[in-house]
């Protein structure tokens, strides 16, 4: 694995510290996270961007990766921001062309893919992140503390949004693949499986597609751990009003743990413990400069692995049809 | 881990060198298959079954599992026929006894329970068999060669039967967790995960779901390689006259391969290669003891993972009830 200024795609270019990044994918997330968290850290710099459509201002953009890396052959790494269902193809020539490959959330759209990601990478020896922005979210460690110190006796998340709101003009979320209310849900299930430090098993889940979607709008669903411990989660895509991300957690003695707002806010027993604002995605660079620059790689498919056994064991609901 | 002869569970038994198996579950397939294949190895001995209601000749039966090891604790190994929705709980106490444990396929509901059963048997040290009983037909091995030996174009699985004959009673198989069409399905996908040698990739899935079930009757599958092979399997559970289980492969040069009667068959540019009798269930218990005769285990997921991807990106299609 080749680290910073020894790059065959640094060859001419100026050998410094800072990782050179690129963009594929210059939607919502591209917009809203990943250009400002990569300007605001010290040791990153944004050269470019590669979309079919979107121009965000003050960004060089290309129409296609392979146009963005030949005309700007010094970037060393590229962040994946595409819907799911193209991560893959995207990820390979990222992979083939010697470049660290940053992943959103979800890495791909099926284990299998995600898994071949990562056995790229490694045989190609470049970094892959699998990223999960909400478990850099500021409250989710000492969450994770927090239950360790203790028997804990359930976890509930409700997480609850309007897809109007937060995922305007976003079609591909409800085509087959696309994964529905479980594209927000999956970032509980990322905090999930970082807290809880047992295997998470599916045991049921009600699945409700609205009649005119191959994706669910709203999911109940019981998991486990095989130390008895219940956990229960509620996901609604069409929650007007206050909208929730909320984790509930009840000790064995009845403390109570409650971590909101994606995981900026802690509660125990009632008294604000952490109260910040988010700051997911410079957390997440950090860790992808961290594995680029050690040479390793973070591919974890947990979370995903909860969503697939979800499709797999879960019943199917018809819903209402769904209009943007 | 521990061998034969040092195990626990023999303490005060007789020590010899075949290994003790007990069954649970003791419906169709325990009958059919285990009871004779355990019979014919000479290494192994049949001691006992467990049931709640199935009481098949000659075999001395108990309603539960630890009423079985209560009453025979010179069982080694226990095999797991239950459906699979009740088989982690079941693995869970046979491992917790300390006895290796054989898991009818698919080795648990869910991707999540068969890894949990996998770390579980490997911390407490006793042998673990996510058993494929289908990889074991006799010309599989024939095909995998074949096809390491050429460029491939494409494989085509066709997978047709009637449940109506092959499962009749088996209630399970169409509630959530049952996998319908799948359920024989993913003995083709433990074939094809062995002959084709790299990563299996989900592109799209149409599932046909009865309006009254949980589980597909009939699916259109596409998958590929990284390599660029192409990959489809279609399967039907309403399969009347002529059943098929077959795998057609086709090389670059056009050269055509028939895998055929489930793996007994194989023909190769329309002549007989091989044409043998099922024998499946021998070669599968010959690799468990070879299992826990080495300390060891296999538990491979890979066809399970393919069901769960194809259900995570799958389209719903309704299809007319299903009534047995």
């Known amino acids: 694995m080749f680290g910073f200024g020894k790059s065959k795609a640094q060859k001419g270019a100026t ?11 210059l939607g919502k997330i591209a917009v809203d996270q990943h250009i400002p968290s990569i300007r605001a850290n010290k040791n990153l710099e944004l050269v470019a961007g590669a979309s079919p459509g979107s121009r965000p201002q003050g960004v060089v953009a290309y129409n296609t990766l392979a146009e963005m890396l030949k005309a700007h052959p010094e970037i060393e790494a590229v962040a994946v921001c595409t819907p799911p ?8 020539q990222v992979i083939e062309a010697g470049r660290h490959v940053f992943l959103e959330k979800p890495p791909a ?10 056995d790229l990478a490694k045989a190609k020896g470049v970094s892959a992140l699998a ?10 460690e000492a969450t994770r503390k927090w239950m360790g110190e203790r028997p804990i006796k ?3 998340i409700v997480w609850k949004e309007n897809v109007r709101q937060w995922h305007p003009g976003q079609t591909w979320i409800f085509e087959a693949g696309g994964m529905g209310v479980f594209d927000p849900g999956i970032n ?13 098993i599916v045991k049921s889940a009600d699945l409700h597609f609205p009649s005119n979607c191959q994706a669910p709008i709203q999911v109940e669903m019981n998991m486990q751990t095989d130390n008895g411990l219940a956990i229960r989660a509620d996901y609604d895509f069409l929650q007007t009003g206050v909208q929730t991300w909320s984790i509930f957690v009840e000790s064995e003695s009845g403390e109570k743990l409650v971590l909101s707002m994606g995981g900026t806010e802690l509660e125990i027993d009632g ?16 860790h992808f400069y ?9 591919v974890d498919l947990s979370p995903l692995r909860v969503v697939a056994d979800a499709f797999m064991v879960g019943k199917r609901i018809e819903a209402p049809a769904y209009i943007e």
């Open 109 to 118: 759209a099926t284990i299998g893919e995600a898994e071949l990601i990562r």
């Open 271 to 286: 008294k604000t413990i952490i109260k910040e604002k988010e700051a997911e995605y410079s957390g997440l660079y950090a």
């Open 85 to 92: 269902q193209v991560r893959l193809s995207v990820a390979r």
């Open 154 to 156: 359930s976890v509930h």
């Open 15 to 25: 050998q410094t510290q800072t990782l050179k990044i690129g963009l594929i994918g």
């Open 131 to 140: 990223s999960w922005h909400s478990r850099y979210a500021p409250a989710v």
């Open 188 to 200: 509980s299930l990322s905090i999930l499986t970082r807290i809880v430090r047992d295997t998470v």
């Open 290 to 298: 961290d594995l680029v620059k050690s040479g390793t790689s973070d």
